[in-house]
């Protein structure tokens, strides 16, 4: 190849990774998107859910029939998670009073990223995506630390 030809095809590279990088601010919005997961239910405030999510959202886990041991895929849409989010800590006994929130951003692509959430009890990993400008949280697959609690 010609010095022209590397320097040309050089420059496309940088050109198409250039507009598939995330900003800074990117990246800031990816990480309030899972605070306002896990915040909501420290707080009690579904609305701060309704900001994250997309309203299509499915939250994952597997889960145990306890009569028959048998494993299961369980699922929780974001209807649910609205109303767990109003109801699941109203007395403030849930959660630590300094709950661990930990969001590490494994990746970002163009419009669509994947996070993990480590919380006290449970491990939350996210895809999170950006529709006409917005980050919105639309799965979630989760386990607890001790997998013996499904």
Not at 30 to 38: C, M, N, P, S, T
Not at 90 to 119: H, M, R, Y
Not at 129 to 146: E, H, M, P, S
Request: some cysteine; overall charge negative; charged content about 25%.
């Amino acid at each position: 190849m010609t010095k022209i030809t590397i320097l040309s095809l050089c420059s496309v590279l940088s050109t198409v990774l250039y507009t598939h990088a995330q900003t800074q601010q990117d990246s800031i919005e990816i990480k309030q998107v899972a605070l306002d997961y896990i915040e909501s239910q420290h707080h009690v405030k579904p609305e701060q859910f309704e900001r994250a999510a997309h309203p299509r959202m499915v939250k994952r886990t597997f889960w145990t029939d306890k009569s028959t041991q048998k494993e299961y895929l369980r699922e929780t849409f974001a209807d649910a998670m609205i109303l767990l989010a109003e109801t699941y800590n109203t007395k403030g006994d849930k959660f630590p009073e300094n709950p661990k929130k930990e969001v590490i951003i494994l990746d970002i692509f163009d419009k669509t990223a994947s996070v993990k959430l480590i919380a006290d009890e449970w491990v939350d990993y996210m895809h999170i995506i950006k529709l006409n400008g917005k980050w919105q949280l639309v799965n979630v697959l989760w386990q607890f630390n001790d997998s013996s609690l499904h």
